[in-house]
């Protein structure tokens, strides 16, 4: 006991200097955003990669369940295409037209494959982290899909790794949406709470809708194509303001289950994003 004692007195100054250094880096990265997301983020390798052994195990023991799920919604998605095309063959007596113009459409777009290895829903800034990145051709700012549905938005990259901002944030989240069919538009929020439930601000008082309507992405931002599905329209509400509409939407995409995911690549975002800096640059330096 004695030597214990000696040798803590003699040495204190070391424990000290430590003690001081874990509490200062727990200060920084705690109350400083920018170190922690560029430190403390999924996307770091080693992170990475005990968050990519734990899916894969919880991933193991549902594939039976997700399995019959697929094979279902495969067999539904497969008849309503026959049942389309045999209907607008009927109309133009021309079967190849749809199949033609939908893959010149789909030819725009290169969709990465991808696993959740780590996902929350109990916070109000939740974050998703995938098993691909810039060394699979993943970069900021691209659209996140799965097969029921919209996901998120690509935030940070690193080689082998990517976190999500999905649909589920409630300070970073905004995504272009419209009424299928309608015509109209406005954008997609997460309030807290329910992971099933969102809601569409800024419809206009003139539109023409009901519940029961499908919400899917506009297509007006480089991020996501037009059609993605985003959810139902259940409850309308006023805005607060009373100029526009607010629409409760049941969200298709169960973030609780969620484990495939696709990175939507639009081979045309470095070109509109370079139209957009300089008609930005020329508005700047245009004299008034």
Known sequence: MKNLIAFLAKYHHWFLFVLLEVASGVLLF???????????????????????????????????RVNEELTLRNFYLERQVEQLRRLYGDMTQDTTVLERQELEFLSRYK???????????????????????????????MGVACGNGIV???????????????????SSSRISCSIRGRGYFGY??????????????????????????????????????????????GTIYNSPDGLSYRLKVHLTTDFGRLRDVCVISDKGIAERSRLMEQAKDSLTMKPK
Not at 114 to 134: F, M, Q, Y
Request: aromatic share 12%; net charge neutral; charged share 20%.
């Open 188 to 233: 997609l929020r997460w309030y807290g709470g329910d992971p099933a439930i969102a809601y569409v601000e800024d419809i206009p008082r003139h539109a023409k809708f009901k519940r029961g309507d499908w919400i899917e992405t506009s297509g007006y931002s480089s991020i996501f194509p037009p059609g993605v599905l985003v959810g139902k329209v």
């Open 30 to 64: 705690q109350y400083n955003s920018y170190q922690s997301s560029a430190w403390f983020t999924s996307a770091n390798y080693v992170v990475g990669k005990v968050y990519q052994a734990d899916a894969a195990i919880r991933a193991f023991f549902s594939l039976t």
């Open 152 to 170: 998120g938005v690509v935030y940070l990259v690193s080689d082998h790794y990517s976190v999500i901002i999905p649909v589920l944030n409630v």
């Open 111 to 141: 969709l990465i494959p991808a696993k959740v290895v780590s996902n929350s829903l109990d916070k109000r800034e939740n974050l998703i982290t995938i098993d691909k990145g810039r060394a699979d051709g993943v970069q900021t700012d």
